[in-house]
């Protein structure tokens, strides 16, 4: 795949700033994209004639067209024959992605499937006496919070899904300290009791530390290019959407005190980022 996918490139692709970007792969799926769907179209035509050279194929069934646009824009691509669905949302490797670029959805799509497992796991874990509490965290830590974060790295974080995903947290750990919403226990203090670090503070703590790999990443590594890259072009009429790199800064001054000059060269020194993340306290608890 990796032949194929380097076979393929052409001039098509997204620029940010200096870099392009035609096409991403992870094991044997990929993503092209490109400007317009002319460019798409003609990407997606080398790479299907690549991969018939090396007796593969698309899968059509599988495989989407979508815009990154606020507003609904058509585009029709052709594998052959068939024209390609065009979606508004997709997942890929397990992160909803959506037209509006937006992270709401994924975000409530996490909650959900926390959701789910609370549901699963209520009457032969959450509330069972027989369990011990011990017992009942490790459940909490390798079950529950993977499920309600997984790529929370990248989460651009509003009041809202702050209050949502701390209701999501304290949904499950008020149960196994045998509490409800009518015992009117502060939330530090369940989790003092039970002795577990407030999920919203370890959701900060590890987008810091990816910020900080990516300050440190070296010239060439695909993740550092892209944060450093200053995309071309204005941005639409009303409201901006702010983007992963503002709101980290704006969190860095917030929870750290260092401004957004001198942030690259604080979390430049690895020693002294992983010693002020690990410093970092809770945010103050609104009830």
Not at 35 to 51: K, P, V
Not at 160 to 173: D, G, H
Not at 249 to 263: F, M
Not at 265 to 279: D, I, K, M
Request: aromatic residues 6%.
């Amino acid at each position: 795949m990796d032949r194929i996918s380097r076979h393929s490139q052409g001039i098509e692709g997204v620029r940010f700033g200096d870099l392009r970007i035609g096409s991403l792969l992870f094991a044997d799926d990929v993503v092209l994209m490109a400007s317009s769907d002319r460019d798409l179209q003609l990407s997606l035509d080398r790479f299907a004639a690549e991969c018939e050279a090396a007796g593969m194929r698309i899968s059509t069934s599988k495989s989407k067209s979508m815009v990154l646009n606020r507003k609904r824009v058509e585009c029709t691509l052709r594998v052959g024959d068939e024209i390609l669905p065009q979606v508004e949302e997709f997942k890929y490797l397990g992160v909803l992605f959506t037209s509006e670029g937006r992270m709401e959805r994924e975000i409530d799509r996490r909650i959900g499937a926390a959701s789910a497992v609370m549901r699963t796991l209520h009457g032969s874990v959450v509330v069972k006496r027989e369990l011990s509490r011990k017992a009942k965290l490790s459940i909490y830590q390798s079950i529950y919070v993977p499920a309600l974060t997984y790529g929370h790295e990248l989460w651009v974080m509003t009041e809202r899904t702050r209050s949502r995903v701390q209701a999501a947290e304290m949904s499950f750990l008020r149960r196994v300290a045998g509490l409800s919403l009518r015992d009117r226990v502060r939330s530090l203090v369940i989790q003092e009791e039970l002795g577990v670090d407030p999920l919203l503070l370890r959701v900060e703590r590890s987008q810091m530390r990816w910020l900080g790999h990516l300050v440190r990443m070296p010239p060439g590594r695909l993740p550092g290019e892209v944060f450093r890259a200053r995309p071309t072009g204005r941005r639409p009429r009303g409201r901006p959407r702010t983007r992963w790199r503002d709101y980290v800064s704006r969190l860095a001054w917030e929870r750290l005190g260092i401004p957004q000059e001198e942030l690259d060269e604080v979390a430049g020194e690895r020693e002294v980022w992983a010693s002020l993340l690990r410093l970092l306290p809770p945010r103050p608890d609104p009830g």
